[in-house]
């Protein structure tokens, strides 16, 4: 399953999801009166990406992946999150056209 990848290289992938959830939820715990309207936006994008599954669960999607870090959704990166999915890193929870990965 690891292929040609390095323990380094997945460490660093968790590294850059860790950054992007921190990220996300920093702007959900901000108080609605200070924030901007770009951090508003994202504010309700996040409440409307929620579902009863995903309730009180940390979570991102790729668009998540995609705004707070510098990583590309490609080959390689779906091939590191379904190596965390195995080792029970992340679970995907598929529904509404979105893919979310629940932080386990």
């Not at 990848?5 to 999801?17: F, H, P």
């Amino acid at each position: 399953m690891k292929s040609r990848l390095t323990y380094c290289q997945i460490n660093d992938v968790v590294k850059e999801i860790n950054k992007a959830v921190v990220s996300k939820y920093k702007i959900l715990h901000q108080p609605k009166k200070s924030m901007s309207s770009v951090a508003r936006n994202l504010y309700h994008r996040f409440i409307d990406e929620e579902t009863k599954d995903t309730k009180g669960q940390y979570f991102i999607v790729e668009a998540d992946i995609k705004e707070f870090t510098a990583l590309k959704a490609d080959k390689r990166f779906h091939v590191i999150l379904n190596i965390l999915r195995h080792c029970r890193r992340l679970s995907e929870i598929r529904g509404g056209g979105l893919t979310r990965y629940v932080i386990t």
